[in-house]
């Protein structure tokens, strides 16, 4: 029977720290995960990297972007953020979706993902490691994803020409776990669209949505790694009067989180005014960030962050998880707090409501932050993945 060395977490740690542990797989070996290598037809042909630097591309060289993302998703939006910084850097592109693609390289912002079409040069997306990481869940639970991960990322490998990520410590995450792509993964930070900044609110917008000014906001999947349920936690530990008077808002896709909000709902008696919005109208997250008096995101496994750098450039105080790339990305822009646990994260959630100079130099060095990721600068390291 083989042994596969995998990923767990020691679940004695609260800092969550990795450790290596032998587990016995109960499976065909041909099944067993395999040591990730990269063939000729991408990086290498073995797990010592390939030193031959592939040739420059020529100036005239066309770009296509995989446009098959489902409409409204995250990738969708890296994908406009993209092709944005394409546009601001002068590199000309193309949109492909389907058959024969005539450009020189395809860029697929799906994770993990090579589009199934022969010719160009492919530049896959890895943004993170999370199904590697997510200590929120039993091995035995996360299995599936953890055997389709390592699949996808062979994949790529062996495929892609180059590998793009969005943060530096996402790449040293996936180095972490892939070493053999180094050289050969490259940093093309996002930023927030110019749309996010700061204003107040359209009252018809938040009337809709059946909201009034001054609530506590997260935006993001009600996903386990996001740690929304740590978020509820230290939300009812506050002051009654100081969580009378900001409601909390949820925003994003929760079908899987409806069990827990339940459960949640029994425990602690005040979450009857805790809002759920799965449905956002046109422009309806902008008018939601301004109209929200403190912005929280506790996420345990992020690849960069968009929804705090939204919130930064629209000059809401932000509190934010201290581990990741939030603080690479957010800088002292933001307050910090454990996001394991509730009475840190209440205690600065109050700092954050209360406390009117920390406000104000949050809500004036948030913008500052936020426009230190432009388009020029994700143009700059498309060209550099690119070579031009």
């Excluded at 296509?64 to 990738?75: I, L, Q, T």
């Excluded at 639970?141 to 055997?147: E, L």
């Excluded at 822009?333 to 646990?341: E, H, K, R, V």
């Amino acid at each position: 029977m083989p042994k596969v060395a995998v990923i767990m977490a020691s679940r004695t740690n609260p800092r969550m720290r990795e450790k290596r542990v032998q587990t016995e797989v109960k499976a065909d070996p041909r099944k067993a995960p395999r040591p990730v290598t990269f063939s000729r037809v991408g990086l290498s042909s073995t797990m010592s990297m390939h030193h031959d630097s592939p040739e420059p591309m020529i100036p005239e060289m066309r770009l296509a972007f995989d446009a098959r993302v489902r409409p409204h998703s995250s990738f969708a939006r890296v994908l406009t953020l993209l092709q944005n910084s394409a546009d601001v850097a002068g590199i000309p592109w193309e949109a492909w979706t389907e058959g024969p693609c005539s450009a020189d390289v395809l860029w697929s912002t799906q994770q993990a993902a090579i589009p199934p079409v022969e010719g160009p040069r492919f530049v896959a997306s890895i943004y993170d490691t999370n199904p590697l990481m997510d200590v929120s869940r039993s091995f035995l639970s996360r299995k599936w994803n953890v055997w389709k991960f390592h699949r996808n990322v062979r994949k790529c490998t062996r495929l892609a020409w180059k590998i793009s990520t969005c943060s530096e410590n996402a790449q040293q995450n996936i180095l972490n776990y892939f070493p053999s792509m180094a050289g050969h993964l490259f940093t093309v930070p996002l930023f927030a669209d110019k749309d996010f900044s700061p204003g107040a609110p359209e009252p018809e917008v938040l009337a809709k949505l059946d909201l009034q000014s001054g609530y506590l906001l997260y935006v993001g999947a009600l996903r386990k790694h996001k740690n929304w349920e740590t978020l509820v936690r230290a939300w009812a530990q506050l002051p009654e009067p100081l969580r009378k008077a900001h409601q909390l808002v949820l925003v994003g896709r929760a079908k899987r989180a409806q069990n827990a909000l339940r459960k949640l709902r029994n425990e602690l008696s005040p979450l009857d005014s805790i809002k759920v919005i799965e449905d956002i109208p046109d422009g309806g997250l902008l008018e939601l960030y301004r109209g929200a008096d403190l912005f929280c995101f506790p996420s345990l496994a992020e690849g960069f962050g968009l929804p705090p750098l939204e919130a930064l450039a629209c000059g809401i105080p932000v509190v934010s998880s201290d581990r990741t790339s939030l603080p690479e990305i957010l800088g002292p822009a933001a307050l910090y707090a454990d996001p394991l646990d509730a009475d840190a994260l209440s205690k600065v959630l109050e700092r954050g409501l209360m406390d009117g100079r920390t406000r104000q130099f949050l809500s004036r060095t948030g913008p500052e932050r936020a426009a230190a990721w432009n388009p020029e600068r994700t143009g700059r390291a498309m060209k550099e993945l690119l070579e031009l």
